[in-house]
């Protein structure tokens, strides 16, 4: 069993002939290949440009296989959002829609999954390429609304930090139901639109961070990340509400336990979060209640989910009907 391409205008198989991808029956050119990964969008079309300079400038740090200081803390992670431990995996196959550098695809290739298939919108794609070797695993540089695969043809699919970053969340997560087989499991999260969550420093600061230069936000944290960071920890221990105020307001993101890290790899780690808040062309979060209307409209029954007003929002579903 293998999953095919298909051209995501047409619907039409694909066929692989002098490094390209072309249309079965109209014979268009859909994709080409380079440096063994198809692409099926222009570098013009990547709205996520700051996550394929993110990933190669942070290539190791959220990688559990490459920074063993993580412990695992990714892989269980995913297994705290998504409840897969509650599904058979064995032989069943995974589309993963907004792998950034490949990070969660390192783990989704832990699991009995007989394909992976993953792809992003950004360049991102070619660290995956690099760091990660795997039969089960195809890969791809395609965008969230022109998916190059045919509806209903997966098991699983698997889409994690990415909804809010796209142009248009609600139309990007319509979208992924339908590449849901009936009786599939769809795992989607969002940012949470709730007075909580809006408050956060990000919106406060992202007007002007997402227009200058990447190189400028980046040199702004090494230059003063640690000074900031510091400043987090002394909030740390104060009452809960120089910490709601601290969190609004300071530029840099104040971090929990995460894994084995040492308080440089935890600085480090704000730098990365910092800077991922703060360069996205797009950050639009989601209510719970909308989010559930549309899986409910596109035949989603919700089994698993997470919306209290100060987390983003995750849910895992199984299609049981058509869209509506």
Not at 60 to 72: G, H, I, V
Not at 146 to 158: H, L, M, S, W
Not at 285 to 291: F, I, K, L, V
Request: glycine fraction near 6%; proline fraction near 5%.
């Amino acid at each position: 069993m293998t999953i095919a391409f298909t051209n995501p205008t047409t619907g039409n198989d694909l066929v692989e002939r002098s490094g390209a991808f072309f249309d079965a029956i109209t014979n268009q050119r859909v994709a080409s290949v380079r440096e063994g990964i198809p692409r099926f969008v222009d570098s013009h079309d990547d709205y996520a440009e700051n996550f394929g300079w993110q990933w190669h400038h942070w290539s190791n740090t959220l990688s559990d296989s490459r920074s063993p200081s993580n412990a695992n803390s990714k892989r269980r992670l995913l297994l705290e959002r998504t409840h897969f431990d509650s599904f058979d995996l064995a032989g069943k196959t995974i589309l993963e829609c907004g792998m950034g550098g490949g990070d969660d695809t390192e783990v989704l290739l832990q699991f009995p999954f007989a394909e992976v298939h993953a792809f992003d919108l950004s360049r991102a794609v070619d660290r995956a390429k690099r760091t990660i070797t795997d039969p089960r695993l195809t890969l791809s540089q395609a965008d969230i609304f022109a998916i190059p695969y045919a509806d209903q043809a997966f098991d699983f699919v698997f889409c994690h930090r990415v909804l809010q970053h796209t142009p248009d969340p609600t139309g990007a997560l319509r979208h992924l139901c339908r590449k849901v087989k009936p009786g599939g499991v769809l795992f989607v999260h969002s940012y949470h639109w709730s007075p909580h969550f809006m408050m956060g420093y990000k919106y406060k600061y992202r007007w002007l961070t997402k227009r200058v230069p990447m190189r400028w936000v980046s040199a702004f944290l090494d230059r003063y990340g640690a000074s900031l960071y510091a400043i987090n920890e002394w909030v740390g221990a104060r009452n809960s509400l120089v910490k709601l105020v601290a969190h609004n307001t300071i530029p840099f993101e104040r971090l929990q336990a995460y894994g084995d890290k040492s308080r440089e790899e935890r600085l480090e780690l704000g730098k990365l979060v910092t800077f991922d808040a703060l360069t996205p062309k797009y950050d639009k979060p989601m209510t719970w209640r909308h989010m559930r209307k549309v899986l409910t409209s596109e035949g989603m029954s919700i089994r698993f989910s997470e919306h209290r007003p100060s987390f983003p929002l995750w849910c895992t579903s199984v299609r049981v009907d058509e869209p509506a």
